[in-house]
């Protein structure tokens, strides 16, 4: 049976990153312009964020740009991706 899931758009993408980010970092103020390392994220909970992404899109996050980016540029990215597929 074909997948018949709609790709997200950008902002649903960065709406959903915000919210795991905040509820896996216990940081309920975060920003679209904040880094996930500097908010205290690490590669282990990069899995769990990106074990949510994979459940609600069928993509994870680019580790480069979430450890780089902000999580808008990563969450962007990640929409992109699912877009194209």
């Given at each position: 049976?074909?997948d018949?899931?709609?790709?997200?758009?950008?902002?649903t993408?960065?709406?959903?990153?915000l919210?795991?980010?905040?509820?896996i970092l216990?940081e309920?103020?975060?920003?679209?312009?904040?880094n996930?390392?500097?908010?205290?994220?690490?590669s282990?909970?990069?899995?769990?964020l990106?074990?949510?992404?994979?459940?609600?899109?069928?993509?994870?996050y680019?580790?480069?740009t979430?450890?780089?980016?902000?999580?808008?540029?990563?969450?962007?990215?990640?929409?992109s991706?699912?877009?194209?597929?």
């Amino acid at each position: 049976m074909p997948d018949a899931r709609i790709a997200p758009d950008a902002a649903t993408v960065r709406r959903r990153t915000l919210e795991w980010v905040a509820e896996i970092l216990e940081e309920p103020e975060v920003t679209e312009e904040e880094n996930f390392l500097d908010l205290g994220g690490h590669s282990m909970l990069a899995l769990v964020l990106g074990e949510r992404a994979k459940d609600a899109f069928g993509a994870d996050y680019d580790l480069k740009t979430l450890f780089e980016g902000t999580l808008a540029s990563a969450a962007d990215e990640l929409a992109s991706r699912v877009a194209r597929s």
